[in-house]
């Protein structure tokens, strides 16, 4: 998140402004910055929040906006002002920070990595009105007398619904009592998270409004017996209004050389508006990179069957793997078991290696925060990331600061003290600041704890880019030591699998496969731990690996450790690891 990544203020206040607490700038993403991630093993750099949004910060062309709409000082990154714009929060000439961040492009280019930014298509500002393009504005034509009609760009509020009518009445900060906004005194329009009311809660979005694609939402999925939506290859001209808008939106970031886009909330918008708009931009850009946050366990999708393959027919290359990340973090936090990890991430569906896994991002709270992770501190993020980061052949992703062992402890501002570092507030990632040192970005002013565990992400995502992950396939091996007492029980437990995961990823092409295994207990090691290889796993190695008497697993994430193993023995005495201590991961090449 650029606001914070190069923000080296270490005495922010709670609900700072920006001139209290600081702001990262386009320049702080320097060559220096650049190299050393580059170094981690970054490919492609996501840089969020870098579109206009509604803020409390004036400027002389851009007034404030109002604090009724508005979460936190800095304001969400995800209430779009002027899709065709940038923060000028992050510009140190703000009058010139579209050319700032063309510049900022360019040095990723240069040194070899891919930019990534969000596209935000369900929602933007109230106060949405574009300076860059305004002919291109939301709203412009719309028949505000309408709750829906195909060619608004927003749903419009009737005397019969919720809330006791016009005017449109926002959360105030000052308490309960909503106050209403003058903008919208003669209408309102339905929020962003489809809250169809004249005074919507503290806990709607209240501060977005909700984008409509030629889809009345309320009914459900879109049918084709009820206001068809076009198919992919029509003609702009012959789509509603918004997806007209929106297709210039994309054309404008895709030429200024952008490479893809991080989609927010994509299961909330019709199918058939992906189809139409993914086909168009790989029409301008082969190349170009779409990968979808989505949950197929909100009631809010607009598909009856499972959205996240759904997104993957539409032409996307990846979607969020939610049901995997949130397995793992209550296995650690003792409401799962390993052994459930397999079912949650689909091994068996082509979405599996079509899954953009993490173990942070900025809508969940940070591996070390003290509230969370049964408070396992930063090291948890071992076993927890290796396990994500090497089941399919999908994009990993590494939040800043995860990787510094940032923790997130105290409030911000408008979010609490939540686990979170606030995309709604001006702060600073502490654990960062002493790798930005000085904008040098180094590691020289890191604890040896902080080193340790950079070290440790950098050899993982050096792994991770070797065949047997970019191309290769899994194999599970948790449901085949279930009966193995010595697979990692602790207190008379049975079956096994509670804390201990291990699968196999193995490349046929370049006869190139590994063993992972890892402990996700955050307080015990485990001991005597031996793992079983059946005999059809074994079969299932490469040419180069069948048929050998012996094997030799050695760890590429810096133990040094080595095993050696005849093959035959393998599925009976299995694999003799001995001690696994907790919170650790093993990635062991096998030859």
Known sequence: MVRHFGNTNETPKVNGSLAENGCGKFADINDAALISLRKLGITHLWLTGILEQASSTAYP???ADSPLLLKGKAGSPYAIRDYFDVCPDYATDPTKRLDEFKALLKRIKKRGLKTIIDFVPNHVARSYSSDIRPELSFGRNDDTGKFFDPNNNFYYLGDLHPGGGAPLKLPSSHGPVPVPYEPESEFGRVTGNNAITWTPSIHDWYETIKLNYGHDFTVGPPRDDLHPLPEPGTAPQDTPDTW???DAILSYWQAMGVDGFRVDMAHMIPMAYWSWQVERCHKREPGVFFMAEAYDNDPAKLTEGNVLDELLECGFDAVYDDPTYSTIKSTVEGQHWANDIDAAANCFTDRFHHS???AENHDEVRLASKGNWAASGMDIGKPVSAILYGLGRGPIM??????????????????GDDGRSSIFDYGCLPSLIPWVNQHRYNESALSAEQKDLRHFYAKLLKTCAEPAFTHGDFYGLNHANQSNAHYGRIHGEEPSGHWLYSFMRRDERSAQAFLVVANLNPAESLHDVSIQIPDDAL????RKHQNKKSLTFADTLGSQQKWKAVAKDLPSEGLLIGELPAMSALYLKIK
């Open 61 to 63: 062309e851009r007034p």
């Open 244 to 246: 007209r808008k929106m």
């Open 356 to 358: 953009l896994r993490y």
């Open 398 to 415: 590494l939040y800043s600061g995860q990787e510094t062992g940032e923790a997130a402890n105290g409030a911000e501002g408008f979010s």
């Open 539 to 542: 079969s299932w190695l490469s």
